[in-house]
């Protein structure tokens, strides 16, 4: 049996699938060790691989997703492990001297797996936009992660909104992700809600509860919402300005608002686009969670299909 | 002798190069026949081509810039030239039944021109702006065009970069366009010269008299361009931070500002810029009117050495 292990690497864990014949058949999850400058994390990853493959098994490959500009064999640096400049597939090389390893951004990874396995299946020009705490996206382009000239492409949530708008942990100001990713979603209605009567004005709010209760009809929830949305529109016209792509995909946390969400944005996104591009299409993601080690196995598996 | 030809059609002049055993050889330039909803434009330009092949000399191809959206063989739409969709190869059958013809967007062509015998030789992952009456973008993507997915990439012009701002002709609002084409930094400067002392203060000011009264330190020109170019460095940031391309290029009656210009943007860029792609390179075409007819004979080129 053949097997494809895709191996999607995050800041606080980290999920392995195996894909035994082309078929994830195994998920797992790993806890990220950042201890040490992130120094154990490869080998923990490696070890596990070792010891979950059986003898009658041959592995063709390992693709690995993480969260930084990704350039080859190399990451050039990832924030959330401790990482600098690390040559992944070097470090790989002791404990599979032979088999062949392929990297990828973490969005990149995401982007992949959708258009192949998930929502953008048979696309093959695809912009998808993860929105969880931050802001990611990927990019694909005939068929293939683009991944800029240094591992950078996507970087869509540090897109320039609102001139000296609010300052993002980048260090620049008025970067999308401050407006439209979960965090700045809730960031906008706690500005909105002050000294209003709403339903917002509970503790702990989450962007969660802000859809909720838009959904619900509170008045002061639905502005957050038609401000994001409208922000997010912006974003996207500026992208599929640049690259008119088939399909937009919406994932990640914030996407769990669904139809509700989706629809808003393409009315908005009208609004913002150039005539041309305005029948660009949008979905949603629908491998979740599941998206990088998809992308991941995706590798491995479209090296064999055009070697 | 081997003859390709590249031909780069405008609203008002259509250029043609001959180029003899890949060099340009002549140069030639014919008017725009707009009358008659631009019928007549494509009989012009092969019956001119037709007359000016010797019998020595064999046609390897035609290659042909356009402005307006190019996907494959037609054009999904040309404004200034009259145009709906048209076949554009299948019209040019009756002149030449078997000769290899190729179409690009114009704003393309002359992207691909610097990047293979200008300004841009030796990158493969450009993005050129052409800054003239209005504002166009061109992608090369590994080497090649990217078209997008109805030839409608690299429509830089229309990003928003101001919501609610100036009305553009496309029918949006705020478009990067309005601000940081010649016309729109005209219009900044008659904006800005009222009411004040400054020898802006004349008739029939143009795009290059701002800046030339820059150079000479003229207070208000010199606001104008730092507002200009603060735009122009949040458009192209936008583009780079989804792109992250190894080089921009600015081309166009604008980029005739020269040093001038490009060293404003260049350090304005990194205020707007992620971190990891504030190393972006940037420098001035050097083609000029010439790139659209190089990227038109490229186009042929390539298909000869790849195929």
Chains 1, 2 share one sequence.
Not at 15 to 28: A, H, P, Q
Not at 52 to 77: A, C, F, R, T
Not at 278 to 302: M, P, Q, V, W
Request: charged share 20%; net charge neutral; aromatic share 8%.
């Amino acid at each position: 049996m053949n097997v494809i292990f895709g191996v999607d690497v995050g800041g606080t864990e980290i999920k392995i699938g195996k894909f035994i014949d082309d078929k994830l058949m195994v998920k797992d999850v790993i806890a990220t060790d950042v201890s040490n400058s992130g120094n154990n994390i490869l080998s923990d990853i490696f070890k596990y691989l070792k010891a979950h493959l059986q003898k009658d098994e041959k592995l063709l490959g390992i693709g690995i997703g993480l969260p930084g500009p990704v350039k080859g064999n190399k990451v050039l640096g990832a924030q959330n492990l401790g990482w600098k400049v690390k040559d992944v597939v070097s470090e790989a090389r002791e404990y599979f001297p032979q088999t062949l390893i392929r990297l990828s951004n973490d969005a990149n990874a995401a982007a992949l797996g959708e258009s192949y396995y998930g929502a953008a299946k048979g696309f093959k020009n695809v912009v998808m936009l993860t929105m969880g705490t931050g802001l990611g996206g990927g990019l694909i382009i005939n068929g293939h992660i683009y991944e800029g000239n240094n591992g950078s492409s996507g970087e869509v949530g540090h897109i320039c909104i609102k001139k000296n708008g609010r300052k993002c942990s980048c260090g620049l100001n008025g970067c999308l992700e401050q407006y439209v990713s979960a965090t700045g979603i809730v960031n906008t209605a706690l500005e909105l809600r002050l000294n209003k009567d709403t339903l917002l004005n509970k503790n702990d709010l989450t962007c969660k509860d802000v859809f909720d209760l838009a959904k619900k009809g509170d008045k002061i929830a639905n502005e957050v919402v038609e401000e994001a949305t409208d922000d997010l529109a912006i974003g996207i016209a500026s992208i599929c300005n640049t690259l008119n792509p088939e399909l937009v995909v919406l994932g990640g946390g914030v996407s769990k608002a669904g139809n509700f969400l989706l629809e808003k944005v393409v009315s908005k996104f009208e609004k913002y686009a150039f005539y041309s591009i305005r029948n660009t299409s949008f979905t949603l993601a629908t491998l979740g969670n599941d998206a990088g080690i998809y992308g991941c196995f995706h590798l491995i598996k479209e090296y064999f299909d055009e070697n």
